[in-house]
């Protein structure tokens, strides 16, 4: 979440709070899945020889930034998978966060200020962070997937 991934988040949970209100339509309220969890699912390729600066990145900064969304209460969880056999235009890494609901657009500015204040840090820096490791880490995409549960 920070720098670029951290500003397309608030868009993209902009995008989620309006759509979560046409999610479940009245009638299909009778079927045996529910809405679940929110999985926010970013795809990140590595250029050759950079990964050990990436995994630094991922240590440190991404580390302390979804812990302490988690110590929030604003995710439940976060995963880091690696893509073992991944073929040339697939991603080497899916950076994973979970949470129970899409942040409303006042919801994520709130956030994004708390961030902000316990990095000790500001958009721009953020955003300069996201631009220096652009030159080696690629982000290919960002879904945001809501798992379905059983209600019984």
């Given amino acids: ?3 670029g991934i951290y500003m397309r988040k608030f868009m993209l949970g902009a995008l989620g709070a309006a ?9 299909a309220q009778d079927l045996p899945l529910v809405g679940g969890d ?6 990140v390729k590595i250029d050759d020889g ?9 240590a440190s900064t991404f580390r302390k930034e979804n812990e302490f969304a988690k110590s929030k209460g604003w995710i439940k969880a976060y995963y880091i998978f690696s893509n073992v056999n991944n073929r040339a235009d697939e991603p080497d ?3 994973v966060t ?3 609901h899409v942040a409303t657009p006042a919801e994520q500015i709130s956030r994004n200020k708390e961030m902000n204040a316990y990095l000790a840090t500001d958009d721009r820096k953020q955003l300069a962070g996201s631009g220096q490791r652009a030159t ?3 982000i290919t995409a960002d879904m945001l997937l809501q798992q379905l549960v059983f209600q019984h």
């Avoid at 759509?19 to 009638?27: E, K």
């Avoid at 929110?38 to 795809?43: A, F, L, Q």
């Fill in 1 to 3: 979440m920070s720098g």
């Fill in 19 to 27: 759509t979560m209100m046409l999610s479940v339509p009245a009638a």
């Fill in 38 to 43: 929110y999985w926010d699912v970013t795809s």
């Fill in 50 to 58: 950079h990964f050990g600066d990436y995994a630094d990145f991922l």
């Fill in 93 to 95: 890494l899916y950076l």
């Fill in 98 to 100: 979970v949470s129970d």
């Fill in 136 to 138: 080696y880490r690629h």
